[in-house]
């Protein structure tokens, strides 16, 4: 990384970031998807600033020991190509902050917009009294839907003991530990016979092998067991088909993310009524399936 001696302003940083980003030829996704928020983001973590920061304090001068704290992390990102969240140990999803570290996947799920909906139209949300998170990691998507749907108890589920324990310091964080645990089990095997859920929502392992092969520095960081999914990358949904029946109530609904795993999930199921959902802020690859056209285990 070229001198920052004429860096003085937060302006300075993290222009200097973004130019330094690009040209390193660094990888987004984790939280931003360009440069220039990467580095306001990790600028603006390490001076203990809002990221909604006024304009006029851009121009700001950092002092000595800032500029020497700014400089690296910068440097950190460059050299390491951590996603920025394991730097600073904080993701945001559905506009709330989680803790993270290399036992988790950085969330970035468009089922935060179902969330904030309340998972209307699909669901009563006032009728919503157990949701299931399959496939946890740090609980992003199960306690922000406790956070949305406060008369509900909601179960955090992953095979990760180190995912969990993710969990259980967000769980903490939250103060939602009255209706949300931590619980460990391999999809469904594990899992109490006769839970039932109204909802199980999951955002799994959905990568097939050739998109692991190709994937950029930054996502190697994060856990193989929380991309990886096979040869299709369904090895995971097929088990979450074949066993939710078993855990949904009646009027239940499965929702799962598989992103670029779509194609492949309708050609294997092509006897389900998958409903594909959309999304006003972007993203796809998310079906919803009712309980009554799930097979029987």
């Not at 996603?83 to 709330?96: H, M, N, Q």
């Not at 392992?205 to 040869?231: F, I, N, S, W």
């Amino acid at each position: 990384m070229e001198s920052t001696a004429q860096l003085f302003s937060i302006r300075d940083f993290v222009r200097f970031g973004a130019s330094q980003f690009r040209a390193a030829g660094l990888s987004f996704g984790h939280g931003t998807d360009n440069a220039f928020d990467e580095a306001a983001w990790l600028v603006l973590h390490t001076l203990h600033l809002p990221l909604d920061l006024p304009e006029s304090w851009w121009d700001a001068r950092l002092t000595d020991g800032e500029r020497q704290r700014v400089e690296a992390i910068l440097r950190e990102r460059l050299g390491t190509r951590k996603p920025a969240a394991y730097l600073t140990r904080e993701a945001w999803f559905a506009g709330l902050p989680f803790y993270v570290d290399e036992r988790v996947l950085v969330p970035r799920s468009p089922l935060a917009e179902l969330i904030a909906a309340g998972f209307e139209p699909w669901l009563d949300p006032d009728a919503v009294a157990r949701v299931m998170d399959l496939g946890t990691g740090g609980g992003c998507i199960g306690i922000a839907t406790a956070l949305a749907l406060p008369q509900a108890c909601v179960d955090l589920v992953d095979v990760s003991p180190g995912a969990l324990e993710v969990a259980r310091i967000n769980i903490e964080r939250h103060g939602v530990g009255e209706r949300v645990r931590a619980l460990q089990a391999d999809v469904f095997d594990g899992l109490e016979r006769g839970e039932r859920y109204d909802l199980i929502v999951s955002n799994p392992p959905y990568v097939d092998a050739e998109d692991m092969a190709a994937l950029p520095d930054e996502y190697r960081h994060e856990p193989e067991l929380g991309l990886a999914a096979g040869v299709d990358g369904l090895d995971i949904v097929r088990r979450m088909l074949a066993g939710a029946r078993e855990h949904l109530t009646d009027d239940g609904v499965l929702i799962v993310e598989v992103g670029n795993s779509q194609p492949a999930v309708e050609a294997a199921f092509p006897e389900l009524p998958l409903v594909w959902l959309e999304f006003e802020a972007g993203g796809h690859g998310v079906f919803l399936v009712h309980a009554r056209d799930l097979p029987a285990s």
